[in-house]
Nanobody, 117 residues
């Protein structure tokens, strides 16, 4: 079955960096677009970034993270990454990866990122 397992979250000071990882299994990873979302305390879940399948590898980002976050993928490891630089307190959230497979969205359980001094 489809499984997504996020890791790499933690506590970081403003201006710091973290790299999140999402290990995937149970579907043809290399042909699927992968996404990162986040949910801040008391707010709705929001889309953060998408990386297309291997055929194009194009990336898109929500405006609030452009120039600071980079999404990438390693098809051999079936893992998608989110490199987060210049972190701000407003980036504090649980970060989730997502894949849409056979008309159904699948989510991991998330990893908590806290940006605070």
């Amino acid at each position: 079955q489809v499984q997504l397992v996020e890791s790499g979250g933690g506590l970081v000071q403003p201006g710091g960096s973290l790299r999140l990882a999402c290990a995937a299994s149970g579907f043809p990873f290399n042909i699927m677009a992968m996404m990162w979302y986040r949910q801040a305390p008391g707010k709705e879940r929001e889309w953060v970034a998408t990386i297309a399948s291997t055929s194009s590898d194009s990336t898109t980002y929500v405006d609030s993270v452009k120039g600071r976050f980079t999404i990438s993928r390693d098809n051999d490891r079936e893992t998608v990454y989110l490199q987060m630089n210049s972190l701000k307190p407003e980036d504090t959230a649980v970060y989730y990866c997502r894949v849409h497979y056979y008309g159904k969205p699948y989510w991991g359980k998330g990893t908590l990122v806290t940006v605070s001094s």
